[in-house]
């Protein structure tokens, strides 16, 4: 039997589908490897003049004053720095969000928090920068501690912090409803109150959901770029307090791209080089956030 | 999880005694002089508008085996739910009538349900121990309840009254989850009795199991009688004739008829239990 004209039409029309979705597909990894093939060529050519040893690990970060140095300690430790604060403010704060939200919060509360979180997860992350700048650091940190200055790392901290809390509170809250519920009735009945519930059942069997929630945001943190440039300077220096500027490797790639550092030169270079280790840094982290994350969907089979 | 409890009769200051007397109605051949653990009297469960359970009354007896049958969807999980109060977190669920243990109304707002919890235990259908060593299963249990005595031997008795001793005292230390379901099963009832509760209630134990398996947990569910209450929900008729003392038969969320079990199941008085017994439906 010959087919009609209208099923002739209908398969052209499921083939060109195909490919419109096979094509956008393609865009992103075509994209995703340009990037990679860019920052590596780029990078490349800076370590033709620099070893990399010197800029894993020298102590003094000065690419654009004489002498020149590329030591990139510095501003990994002021990425640290930053990143780390952020989680010491996010871990309890979206740890506390999470549990509310599955175990404790009645579906009417949850249907209401659940989206105010997910606003301030879409709040411009240049409105944060700004809000420090602004508010944290002239109204609370230096008031709390005199000679803080203006621009700061726990500055950044507090925000980048307040930023990743609905990560946090989300991952978390999804790990922990996917807790049976069968766990759940089996501690209730016997005889445990909610808190007992869900912090020592609920939360140990979430606990690799937790965790990987965690290098999740801390992954965003190392890469969150506007808030940190705005909030936290731009004095690369190997320091741990918190209260003097610093500058992290995100932010001295704006520093440079919005200079006037000419293309080719071993200055310009330093950006792809740092773009570079900022890169594989997020994806080791994504990459252990997902071994964790496989090993607890593991855990009920 | 909200639970809106609403109890019609629960106020009044006299419904929280139960009286002595023996009520025809409820319990024809059950002598006065067993003592009622749990006391029903009219207790009606809603879900929203749907009334699962309606107007139950019965007693149910002290140091025995009481079994409540029927087919699926007759309430009859509701009901031993309500009794330790496992309901309460399903939205929207609310029940009138009253429910008594030992005298007192388990709904009254006085009554914490994580002290009942703790008298009344509960092992569910599907084996449920928790990501833990068994050693931990059994203790957890103990632990959060502020057990002071020595946790070695409340484990070890435990396991040895839930039979399962034998299978696992050289694996304590290993997660439950590498037990046979059966073998979890046994380690929850380890679990709920290492609270050492008045009643337990078994919500359809053997389900999930095996006929070896179910056959273990029988002669276990005969052993725990010396000890415990027990109720045991079971869709098994099979089941309730093997275990029981007395028999439930409930349908379309009513109690037909509660009777000694060689009653329901040799001479039954309503002509529904008859048909289900003798397997017309259900």
Same mark, same amino acid.
């Given at each position: 039997m010959q087919p009609t004209i209208g099923k002739k039409l209908t398969r052209a029309k499921e083939q +060109?589908?195909?490919?419109?979705?096979?094509?956008?597909?393609?865009?992103?990894?075509?994209?995703?490897?340009?990037?990679?093939?860019?920052?590596?060529?780029?990078a490349f050519a800076f370590f033709q003049h620099v070893s990399p040893l010197a800029f894993l690990f020298g102590t003094r970060w000065a690419p654009l004053l004489e002498p020149k140095s590329f030591g990139v300690l510095p501003l990994i430790c002021g990425t640290v720095l930053v990143a780390g604060g952020a989680l010491l403010i996010a871990v309890p704060i979206g740890l506390g969000s999470g549990i509310f939200l599955s175990e404790y919060a009645p579906p009417r509360v949850r249907s209401i928090v659940k989206p105010i979180l997910e606003v301030l997860a879409g709040i411009p992350t240049v409105v944060y920068g700004y809000f420090a700048l602004?508010?944290?650091?002239?109204?609370?940190?230096?008031?709390?501690?005199?000679?803080?200055?203006?621009?700061?790392?726990?500055? +950044?901290?507090?925000?980048?912090?307040i930023m990743i809390v609905p990560t946090i509170a989300s991952l978390c809250d999804d790990a922990?409803?996917?807790?049976?519920?069968?766990?759940?009735?089996?501690a209730y009945a016997l005889s445990a109150t909610r808190f007992e519930v869900s912090t020592r059942v609920v939360l140990p069997a979430g606990m690799s959901g937790v965790v990987a929630a965690i290098i999740l945001a801390f992954a965003r943190a190392i890469g969150e770029t506007m808030a940190v440039t705005l909030a936290a300077g731009a004095m690369a220096r190997l320091t741990i307090n918190p209260l003097v500027s610093i500058q992290t490797m995100t932010s001295y790639i704006v520093q440079v791209s919005l200079g006037d550092t000419p293309h080719g030169t071993i200055e310009y270079q330093t950006i792809f080089a740092v773009g570079m280790l900022l890169f594989l840094i997020t994806l080791m982290f994504n990459v252990l956030a997902q071994q964790v994350l496989k090993r607890f969907r593991e855990a009920y089979e | 999880m909200v639970s809106q409890m609403q109890s019609d009769k629960l106020e009044s200051p006299r419904q929280g005694f139960d009286t002595p007397r023996f009520d025809p109605d409820v319990l024809p051949p059950l002598s006065p002089a067993l003592e009622t653990v749990i006391r029903a009297e009219t207790v009606t469960i809603r879900y929203g508008d749907f009334a699962a359970v309606r107007d139950v009354s019965l007693k149910i007896p002290d140091h025995?085996?009481?079994?409540?049958?029927?087919?699926?969807?007759?309430?009859?999980?509701?009901?031993?739910r309500a009794i330790n109060r496992m309901n309460d977190f399903i939205p929207q669920m609310s029940i009138s009538g009253s429910l008594l243990y030992r005298g007192e109304n388990i709904y009254r707002t006085r009554c914490d349900p994580v002290d009942l919890r703790r008298r009344i235990g509960m092992v569910f259908q599907k084996p449920n121990p928790f990501p833990k060593t068994i050693f931990k299963n059994v203790a957890w249990g103990a632990a959060i309840n502020g057990y002071r005595g020595n946790i070695d031997d409340l484990v070890e008795k435990s396991l040895r009254q839930a039979a399962i001793w034998d299978e696992v005292k050289d694996?304590?230390?290993?997660?439950?989850?590498?037990?046979?379901?059966?073998?979890?099963?046994?380690?929850?009832?380890?679990?709920?009795?290492?609270?050492?509760?008045?009643?337990?209630?078994?919500?359809?134990?053997?389900?999930a199991l095996d006929p070896i398996a179910t056959?273990?947990?029988?002669?276990?569910?005969?052993?725990?009688?010396?000890?415990?209450?027990?109720?045991?929900?079971?869709?098994?008729?099979?089941?309730a004739a093997r275990v029981s003392n007395f028999t439930a038969f409930m349908y379309m969320g009513e109690l037909i008829e509660f009777d000694k079990t060689d009653t329901i199941f040799t001479k039954p008085n309503k002509q529904r239990t008859q048909d289900y017994i003798t397997g017309r439906f259900g």
């Open positions: +060109a589908i195909l490919v419109c979705l096979f094509a956008c597909a393609l865009i992103s990894v075509v994209t995703t490897a340009s990037i990679i093939w860019i920052l590596s060529s780029e602004v508010f944290i650091t002239p109204r609370i940190l230096q008031p709390l501690f005199p000679g803080t200055d203006i621009f700061n790392a726990a500055s +950044a901290a507090i925000v980048v912090g922990f409803r996917a807790v049976p519920r069968s766990l759940r009735e089996g | 025995h085996v009481t079994a409540i049958i029927g087919p699926s969807g007759c309430g009859k999980s509701t009901f031993l694996k304590l230390h290993q997660s439950a989850f590498a037990l046979s379901g059966g073998q979890q099963q046994r380690l929850c009832i380890a679990r709920a009795i290492a609270l050492q509760p008045d009643v337990l209630l078994m919500d359809e134990p053997c389900s056959a273990l947990i029988e002669d276990l569910i005969d052993q725990l009688k010396k000890n415990f209450t027990v109720v045991l929900v079971t869709h098994n008729m099979q089941q």
